[in-house]
């Protein structure tokens, strides 16, 4: 549920249905909100399917490590980070406003 003053936007679509792309040069971070800087934790999928398998079935058991919740946030994680569609990752957003990103893969 959207807090209080917390204005929803609706994607914008062309007349052939498309999602178009969004400008962000309005939004302002708040700078007593926004980090100095971020790290990004990047695996390619495969490499990280491994190294759940390593783990054992005990340490697994009652947690969100199993095969249909990697896979939805698999696709969560690209469509928010890796978008089809050209949107900026929030890696992007961080990058633009000049805020350090360290990766680690």
Same mark, same amino acid.
């Given at each position: 549920?959207? =807090?209080?003053?917390?204005?929803? =936007? ?9 999602? %178009?792309? %969004?400008?962000?040069? !309005? ?18 999928? =495969?490499?990280? !399917?491994?190294?759940? %398998? ?20 698999? !696709?969560?994680? !690209?469509?928010?980070? %890796? ?8 890696? =992007? ?13």
């Amino acid at each position: 549920e959207p =807090e209080e003053n917390d204005d929803i =936007e609706e994607d914008e679509v062309d007349e052939d249905g498309n999602a %178009k792309e %969004k400008n962000f040069s !309005k939004y302002v971070p708040d700078a007593s909100l926004v980090p100095d800087s971020i790290i990004l934790l990047d695996g390619d999928e =495969e490499q990280i !399917k491994r190294r759940i %398998k390593e783990l054992s079935e005990d340490h697994l058991e009652s947690t969100h490590w199993n095969r249909v919740d990697i896979a939805r946030r698999m !696709k969560q994680y !690209k469509s928010t980070n %890796k978008s089809p569609i050209g949107d900026p990752s929030l890696t =992007e957003f961080f990058d633009n406003w000049n805020i350090g990103v360290m990766t680690e893969d």
